[in-house]
């Protein structure tokens, strides 16, 4: 009976926060813009190889010569609670 109701019970997830920055040449649009993606690309990297296939943007941040990302990261899908198959621990 335990063991039932051990295998019924939902796993825990597990998150993780990701900061990645990216070089900034200036403070126009397209460079903010151009660094943010580069950014959260490799946040997004970081977290994929981690484990980590669900990420969302936490902060974002324009510094003087760099910009800032952090993502939450989760191996729980935020819409449905569960992992997928490929990624069950």
């Known amino acids: 009976m335990l063991l039932a109701l051990w295998a019924a019970a939902p796993a825990a997830a597990f998150t993780t926060r990701i900061e990645a920055t990216a070089p900034l040449r200036d403070h126009s649009q397209t460079a903010i813009e151009a660094a943010l993606m580069e950014a959260m690309a490799a946040a997004a990297r970081s977290a994929l190889a981690m484990g980590f296939p669900w990420v969302s943007i936490e902060r974002t941040r324009v510094l ?4 800032s990302v952090e993502l939450l990261a989760t ?3 935020p ?11």
């Open 64 to 67: 003087e010569d760099r910009v």
């Open 75 to 77: 191996d729980t899908d």
């Open 79 to 89: 819409e449905g609670g569960e992992r997928p198959e490929s990624e069950a621990r």
